[in-house]
């Protein structure tokens, strides 16, 4: 009898323990499941920043490695370069931003031939992750190439490169600012190793220039050292028959000689005689490249693009959406 009431408080026991276990079961089943989807949220959020912040993190890491890092002990490139709107522009900033993100101490001064500074250019400039300054100066109106003109008819970019030099006369300091200015088109294509050949010019640097002047190249013949004469086919006696591309100049050159410019009112071929003139004799040119015999910058010249279905567009009242930027 006792050992029958004692299996049977035994199995109420029982009953009520596993019911209990159940229920407790139960319970903490619905608040773990209540609690594992409120952490779940939170770890998505985290994961979402998570990824964010890797994904800065890597973009930092591609800019590092595309810009090198500045050296102080280095002189700076400044490389004064006009340039005007056209369908092209922002691919021709775009490659050339992308060649001069690998030079070191490199200040870029942009000159639009404008009344005033494009969005383009200026967002352009924002995002570029190049040093550079913003200028703008129009082209005078009896200046302009007409959409008619051959290109060699007027001078070009002669105003904007005058507003570059007047911005490092007085924005620079002789004793302070060590460097070497350039005159880049918007156009041309630069060998990296071009910067590290005019870094240290002392006072006016030449070299080659590619497929300019009909020619393959053009280029300072160098004998025992010196310049002697020009290898080009048009006017070789011209005091300094070179192209734009071709010649580097010591900042403390340009700061020492406010006069020195490039003339508006020059003949064909004789723009960059008018301002080398005033800096250098032939005999002083240091001549750079392996005696002036690599070819490191061409000039190359950006076929227009033909905009024939855009203009039936255009006629159509339909234009392309100008809210997308080419
Ligand atoms: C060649 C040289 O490469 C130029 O440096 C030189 O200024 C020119 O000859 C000249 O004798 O005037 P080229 O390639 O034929 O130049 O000329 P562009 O590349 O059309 O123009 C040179 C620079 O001036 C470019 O950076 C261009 O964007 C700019 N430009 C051109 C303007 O600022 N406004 C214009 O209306 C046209
Ligand atoms: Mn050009």
Redesign the pocket.
């Known amino acids: 009898m006792v050992r029958l009431l004692s299996l049977k408080k035994l199995l109420l026991v029982y009953f009520v323990m596993s019911t209990g276990a159940l229920l407790w079961l139960i319970l903490n089943f619905g608040l773990f499941c209540h609690a594992s989807s409120k952490e779940e949220e939170t770890l998505l959020t985290k994961t979402k920043e998570l990824r964010h912040w890797e994904e800065r993190l890597r973009r930092r890491e591609r800019d590092l490695q595309k810009k090198p890092q500045e050296d102080a002990s280095l002189p700076t490139i400044y490389a004064i370069?006009?340039?005007?709107t056209?369908h092209v522009?922002k691919a021709?900033l775009t490659r050339l931003a992308q060649t001069f993100l690998h030079v070191k101490n490199f200040h870029w001064i942009l000159?639009?031939?404008s009344d005033s500074q494009t969005d383009l250019v200026t967002r352009f400039l924002a995002t570029c992750g190049i040093k550079h300054t913003h200028l703008n100066i129009k082209?005078p109106e009896n200046y302009?190439?007409k959409e008619t003109d051959p290109?060699?008819l007027?001078?070009?970019?002669?105003e904007?490169?005058n507003v570059g030099l007047q911005w490092l006369r007085e924005n620079l300091d002789v004793g302070r600012d060590k460097g070497v200015v350039y005159?880049?088109?918007?156009?041309?294509t630069y060998s990296l190793q071009l910067f590290d050949e005019m870094r240290h010019t002392h006072g006016v640097s030449v070299w080659p220039?590619g497929l300019?002047g009909g020619m393959r190249f053009e280029r300072p013949v160098v004998e025992h050292g010196k310049v002697v004469r020009w290898y080009t086919y048009w006017r070789p006696e011209r005091p300094f028959a070179i192209?734009?591309?071709g010649f580097a100049v010591n900042l403390q050159l340009i700061l020492e000689n406010p006069q020195a410019k490039f003339e508006l009112r020059v003949r064909?071929?004789y723009?960059?005689s008018s301002l080398l003139e005033h800096l250098v004799t032939m005999d002083e040119l240091e001549p750079l490249a392996d005696n002036c015999t690599k070819v490191l910058v061409w000039?190359t010249?950006t076929e227009k693009p033909k905009m024939k279905q855009e203009n039936y567009l255009i006629q159509a009242g339909r234009p392309s959406d100008p809210r997308i930027e080419v």
């Open positions: 370069m006009p340039t005007h056209r522009q021709e000159v639009e031939d082209t302009q190439l290109n060699w007027k001078p070009r970019g002669v904007q490169r005159f880049a088109d918007d156009d041309n220039v300019v192209d734009m591309a064909r071929g723009l960059e000039h010249r």
